[in-house]
């Protein structure tokens, strides 16, 4: 465990500047459009959209960041210069893309805090996106899909030149439909994808002097999909876990 947390401490020495930078720039500009919408007295919603396109930007910044890093780690594996079980080289990223979400999380809760100082009313009660299911499905999926990632990045390290690119992008797309192919067989009515989360999304405001906006999502099939995709994700890694440690020992 403790070379796990080491690797962890490496990956984030190696991206920290471009981390911190990132986090800045996105710092100020949330900063920024939550005091001019208060200056200017913008309207809630376009606010609120206006901030989730940019903590969906910064979210997916921070995905190819661990992609980056798995992609790294694995090609410094190969080449023997970190003596470290290959199932770290694995979790080191996602430790890493994790945290970097956490804090996103973080952020994303003090905004709302501030957005309630600058605002009257209109404040979005994190605590109602925090409470549902579809949150957590969407949480999951998003995982599911960088190990994917990772898994297609494992196979294409087998091949030599661009042969081993398009393998990969190939693989990608394949495991994607059998997996959607799957969970549209075993759970037809769910609704855990992204675009089916948002469809399902409600917004209530009270009618209270400081108007309280709750977002509620509905969830037909949960535990179902949940524990589908979290079986698919650990069956993924032990996968790549072999992989790895299989070229390795065949000297690849």
């Known amino acids: 465990m403790m070379n796990l947390l080491k690797l962890v401490k490496y990956d984030w020495k190696r991206n920290a500047g471009f981390m911190l930078v990132l986090g800045a720039l996105f710092v100020l ?18 606010v609120y959209v206006l901030s989730f396109v940019f903590y969906l930007a910064v979210t997916i910044m921070v995905c190819v960041t661990t992609c980056r890093t798995y992609e790294h ?3 410094f594996f ?29 952020i994303g809760v ?17 605590s109602d996106v ?23 990045i494992t196979v294409a390290k087998l091949f030599i030149g661009k042969k081993g690119v398009w393998i990969g992008i190939a693989l990608f797309f394949v495991v994607q439909l059998v997996f959607d192919w799957l969970e549209n067989l075993l759970f037809p009515n769910m ?16 009618d209270s002097a400081n108007a309280t906006i709750h977002v509620q999502a509905t969830v037909t099939n949960f535990w179902g999909p949940i524990i589908f995709e979290t079986a698919a994700i650990v069956a993924m890694i032990c996968i790549m876990n072999y992989l790895i440690n ?3 020992q065949t000297g690849g």
């Open 29 to 46: 500009v949330e900063a920024g459009l939550t005091v001019y919408g208060g200056i200017k007295k913008l309207d809630n919603e376009f």
């Open 73 to 75: 780690n694995l090609r």
């Open 78 to 106: 190969n080449r023997r210069l970190l003596p470290l079980p290959g199932l770290y080289t694995i979790l080191s990223p996602l430790v890493l893309g994790f945290g970097g979400l956490a804090v996103i999380g973080v």
């Open 110 to 126: 003090l905004h709302l805090l501030a957005m309630g100082m600058v605002w009257d009313n209109g404040i979005l009660m994190i």
């Open 130 to 152: 925090l409470g549902e299911r579809g949150f957590w499905s969407m949480l999951v999926s998003c995982t599911m899909f960088i190990v994917v990632i990772f898994l297609s």
């Open 191 to 206: 609704a855990v994808s992204t675009d089916q989360f948002f469809e399902s999304v409600s917004v209530r405001v009270s």
């Open 246 to 248: 299989r070229r390795i």
